[in-house]
């Protein structure tokens, strides 16, 4: 809560600081690409649901999946710690469908992927900033997520490790099996769901080549990879934070010169970046609380 509190002081302390008036002039002749960035965030949407579909080895309902994904994405907006916080909302979702290990485990598998993925586009962010001290930052992001990311795929896949779980907790030795079974899916590096969740920060910059148009500037491929880059950057830095409110606004201010733009236009495209993804979150919402699940898995023998 406390946090909550300090994000959204700061994501109204940097646009003051610089002049709410100048960073609102950058921000308002975006708004009429809102639409279509809200598409381009459904089809990110597609992205992660296809990399569960990778990361589970089996079909779900796409009906399922569309629920259990659009709930992740609003999770993802709007919760500290997004990842585990959307994994754990798939999970409860999912969970009736394919079992509760099953999902666990291929939530673990895409929390992977996501430091892979993120990785990778920081590591572009930072060939598209060398010359400048934010590329060694995105540098030593990449080496950290890429670290991370291993070591989860290891311990999740390690037959020792999961024997040692199985014996701290030999009344979950049935679910541990089957979550360490599904983990045994696919590549160590977990190829496929990486894949999928690097396409949908692919979307993501072709978002930013939109937003940056309608503000008047002259986009270009590299560009956007450093303003996807630094978006990646503050929502790690402000992990903890909901949403990363205020975190990812005064990373984009303070690393303006790097992107060769003033802070205030820089602040704007993250505001804006945070509106299309409220806009979306709030269906999100919308859908779990209007929708339910049916169970597909068989009924407990009596």
Do not use: D
């Not at 666990?104 to 430091?115: K, V």
């Not at 993804?277 to 919402?285: I, N, Q, R």
């Amino acid at each position: 809560m406390i946090l909550a509190f300090v994000g959204v002081a700061l994501a109204l302390a940097v646009p003051l600081q610089l002049g709410f008036a100048e960073v609102y002039a950058s921000l308002k002749p975006a708004l009429p690409v809102l639409p279509l960035c809200v598409l381009c965030e459904l089809g990110r949407v597609f992205c992660e649901a296809a990399a569960t579909r990778l990361a589970l080895g089996r079909r779900v309902p796409w009906g399922v999946m569309t629920l259990a994904h659009l709930g992740a994405y609003a999770a993802i907006t709007v919760f500290p710690a997004p990842r585990p916080a959307a994994e754990a909302l798939k999970t409860t979702v999912l969970g009736e469908h394919v079992g509760v290990p099953e999902s666990a485990s291929a939530g673990a598998t895409l929390q992977a992927a996501t430091f892979f993925s993120v990785g990778t586009m920081c590591l572009l962010a930072a060939f598209a900033t060398r010359g400048t001290p934010l590329s060694w930052v995105l540098l030593g992001n990449t080496a950290l997520l890429y670290t991370l990311g291993t070591l989860l795929r290891v311990v999740m896949r390690s037959a020792r490790a999961a024997a040692w779980f199985s014996n701290r907790w030999p009344k979950r030795k049935n679910a541990i099996e089957r979550l360490h079974a599904v983990a045994k899916t696919g590549h160590v590096l977990a190829l496929g769901p990486s894949g999928c969740l690097l396409a949908s920060l692919f979307i993501k910059v072709l978002e930013q080549v939109f937003i940056t148009q309608s503000m008047g500037g002259t986009p270009t491929f590299f560009g956007s990879v450093a303003n996807e880059g630094v978006r990646l950057l503050g929502a790690s830095i402000g992990v903890l934070v909901p949403g990363q409110m205020g975190v990812r606004e005064a990373v984009f201010a303070f690393s303006a010169k790097s992107l060769g733009t003033t802070a205030a236009h820089a602040t704007a495209i993250s505001l804006f970046t945070h509106a299309i993804e409220l806009s979306l979150a709030f269906v999100g919402f919308a859908a779990l609380l209007i929708f339910r699940a049916k169970p597909k898995l068989p009924a407990p023998k009596t």
